[in-house]
């Protein structure tokens, strides 16, 4: 609770109440005779439940005393307003739905209470009343903007990907904002889905989307190719992977072990071997230096590992090279170098241990494994692999 915010509410709601009362006292009587001017003995009520800190019965009274009229409406709703922003979500609701049953509203009027009572049901939960308030804006073709950005994150929290994307596409047009990399990622979430189900036709028509709605987009040719995985067709599963390279080169990382798995299934080593190369010439990533090494070592032997990771070190250092190169000096080492070896692997192992393997772009949110929601700040595909250290 902020105080400034309690200290204006506790201060605008008698003044809104009074005010709201001589106006409608002045309408009754525009020639303003004496009369009109004394203060209704509610006022008073009011107030004295205001100083005995009983504000639910002092909102009752004030809002009773409030005359909704085309001069009061901003008050209830600046009221509405301040209650919610102070996360009384139900006095928020009770301001709005009386200011909405009230038949002097007219249309613009109706629809910002709508507006407001749609984001207090939102601040409470009550997600189906809120959506059914933005609905029906859509359909009246007001506050078409806010209405469309509410439901859109109604949609997300529900899981109901496929309004998500119809409303999503909507509020493109509406506000010229372009909105396709989240709309592959909702095609996305449904592709997911289908995949554990195993409804490959599911999956493929979802990716398919996906891709067309952003080409770019890494995650659908992820699942894809664990589709192709899936149903055997291994070599389609490697092209669906090699295309993440042009997509985004950040996320190289993800395609070393699932590219492994293929080209083993394809005992193929020797042409996985030439894409590792290539990739480490073009884009110097650690992830498939250390593959190749491992390679090296399974097929020539520690020495040739641990010669070629050194050569290697030379030009690229890094935390894991210099981790998996003592790995393969360490056993053959002894006495005192043994034991320097040793800390130097605990101090590696360590570096490498507390290191974050993704990172928001956004807001900067730490991860282990990768999200493509990011947890914190809510954004879509903004959290990427760690450039490896
Ligand atoms: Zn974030």
């Not at 509203?105 to 809120?130: C, I, N, P, T, V």
């Not at 030009?315 to 981790?323: E, L, M």
């Amino acid at each position: 609770m902020i105080p400034n915010e309690i200290n204006l509410l506790w201060f605008l709601l008698p003044v809104a109440a009074l005010s709201g009362w001589l106006i409608g006292q002045c309408k009754v009587n525009p020639k303003g005779s004496r009369s009109s001017t004394l203060i209704d003995p509610e006022y008073f009520k009011g107030l004295n439940y205001v100083l005995n800190q009983q504000p639910d019965k002092a909102i009752e009274v004030f809002i009773r005393m409030l005359e909704v009229d085309s001069e009061t409406v901003e008050t209830h709703l600046a009221l509405g307003n301040l209650f919610r922003r102070r996360g009384e979500v139900d006095r928020a609701i009770r301001i709005h739905q009386n200011l909405i049953a009230r038949p002097s509203l007219d249309r613009k009027q109706r629809a910002f209470a709508s507006l407001e009572l749609g984001m207090d049901y939102m601040s409470s939960g009550l997600l189906d009343r809120a959506e059914t308030l933005f609905l029906e804006l859509v359909e009246s073709n007001l506050h078409l903007n806010q209405a469309c950005t509410e439901l859109l994150e109604i949609y997300q929290q529900e899981k109901d990907w496929e309004n998500a994307i119809k409303i999503a596409r909507k509020l493109e047009t509406i506000s010229g904002e372009k909105l396709n990399s989240i709309i592959a990622q909702f095609y996305c979430e449904c592709a997911d889905s289908a995949l554990v189900d195993g409804n490959m036709r599911v999956v493929k028509d979802n990716v398919r989307q996906a891709i067309s709605s952003y080409p770019n987009c890494v995650r659908a040719s992820l699942i894809e190719a664990q589709m192709y995985q899936r149903i055997g067709k291994v070599k389609l599963a490697i092209k669906s992977y090699k295309s993440i390279e042009s997509q985004d080169s950040d996320f190289i990382t993800e395609i070393i072990v699932p590219l492994y798995d293929c080209y083993r299934e394809l005992d193929c080593i020797d042409e996985y071997i030439e894409y590792l190369k290539m990739l480490v010439h073009i884009y110097g990533g650690i992830s498939p230096l250390l593959m190749l090494t491992e390679l090296i070592a399974e097929r020539e032997g520690k020495d040739a590992a641990k010669r070629f990771i050194s050569n290697e070190l030379k030009t690229k250092p890094s935390i894991k090279g210099v981790d998996r190169m003592v790995e393969y000096v360490i056993s053959k080492s002894e006495g005192e170098i043994h034991d320097y070896l040793k800390i130097i692997k605990i101090l590696t192992a360590k570096l490498i241990e507390i290191r974050a393997m993704y990172k928001c772009n956004n807001c900067g949110f730490d991860a282990k494994q990768l999200h493509w929601l990011c947890l914190s700040c809510k954004n879509w595909d903004t959290v990427k692999p760690v450039l490896e250290l």
